[in-house]
């Protein structure tokens, strides 16, 4: 009977052995950490996710989540640095246009990564009390692309030409500026508050025959936005 | 006399009276609606009056009918006279209960209808009457069941299967939406294009043939007691994976139901892993409080040297609430 008892719960180590081995956790993630990378260069297609997710999940299961959120964090920033410096280079009016694509890039592949890390979300997240994987990645963007000194900048600049370009009657991509608006509320009311605030000085200070309708439009804007925050 | 029978039909029962004759009252034959054998009489006297009255018996001195009800009388014939009672809405016990007078007279054919408008059985301590007729609920649970034989067929028979599972002992088929509206993981695994979308096949490595049929039984609804316990570490396993929550609290509770000398390290381990706060309570306290620790006392040792930290310190708090020093 002794016997029978040791066997059960030995059967039930054996089980678990995944934790036995000291680069359990190291091997995990560099299978992990290239998935991350397969994702942000959009060469997915091979990847299965039972496997991601079953791996993220071993790793949180058997007490490794630290190490995962850390690692997925180090990894996504490290893509929207090189994000950054390739929006940077873009020139003239492709700068706009490449922001948008690498935020919808962006976007495509962190939906994945939180569905991959979901266990993670779930369990880890909650209990360290850390920001969920989405709004960290918003975060993320937000420090790492729009705040960048190179970027922010040019950003408004650009935004401001536009506004310019319409006024004087050119026809503007207002697609890409409904996108481009689009992030900002996306990335909540810090950012837009920022970004409002500096549009409309910059606005002010620029045009003084600035027409009543555009400066109408603006404050509209403003107020939407502030009463969307108090909802 | 061949005219006491009534007729009935759905929520409808029709007297034909032939003719009064010279006779002051009438009764009808018996006739069944809803759970009761009823009654209708006539009497004439300065009106007419009808009675409806459910026939002396045990259902109905046990269950006596809450009824709505009208009543109509029309005469046959060439100037047609239609008398309608109001709405009535009452228990119907005694002859008395109900009494319609019809303020005319009637010669010749004439016809008595009761329609039923709603029938319930009155509960006699006060609670809600319980209706005899089919509800919202007993469709509903005449559609469950349908469903549940569907889903059942749909598995078995591999009805329109639109994905292949291979597990560590064979493959299996079912389907993406059952699994995708069961769990977000599966739900998530369909959504994005990568190898299980484009490919239709899943890889679960981690779970045998059996235990992943055991698993989708569950999920289309026709898992039986058997199964479920044979393979419920399994079972709890897939459910914290997949974030099937009712499925892991099923689990839970039912490894409560069997903790014993022989389990309760491996029991305690699962606990542990599975963030279960109830079963892992349970062990502590069956190691603890209830003193079991001593029968597993070769156990404990390689439990100890392999068991977690943060679990050590939890055994150790447990041991210090119940060591009562004399």
Redesign the interface.
Known sequence: ??N???R???T??FK?RVVVDPKYADKTWQILERAIHQIYNQD????????L??NA?NMV?H?FGDKLYTGFIATMTGHLKEKSKLIEVAQGGSFLEELNKKWNEHNKAL??IR?VL??MD??YVESAKKPHVHPMGLSLWKDNVVRSPKIYSRLLETLLDLVKKERTGEVIDRGLLRNVTKMFMDLGNLCIRLILRSLFWMLLLCFTRLSLRSLLSLVIVGITRRKLRNV | MGDTKVETISRLAQWRIENFGPCSFKKSDPFKVGIWNWHLSIERNRYLSVRLFPELSRVSKEQPPYARFVLRVSNVGPNRRLYISPVYEKILRTTDDCVWHVDSTFHGRFTIDVEFLDLKICSLNGGEASPVWPTDTTMQSISTQTTLKCLSRMLEENILSDVTIHTSGGTLSAHKAILSASSNVFKSMFHHDLKEKESSTIHIDDMSRESCMALLSYLYGNITQEDFWKHRLALLGAANKYDITDLKAACEESLMEDINSGNVLERLQEAWLYQLEKLKKGCLMYLFDFGKIYDVREEISSFFRQADRELMLEMFQEVLSVWKPV
């Open positions: 009977m002794s029978q008892k040791k059960n719960f030995q039930e180590a678990h997915a297609s091979g990847l299965s996710f039972e496997e997710y079953r999940y299961l007490k939906e994945m569905d979901m266990y779930r369990t």
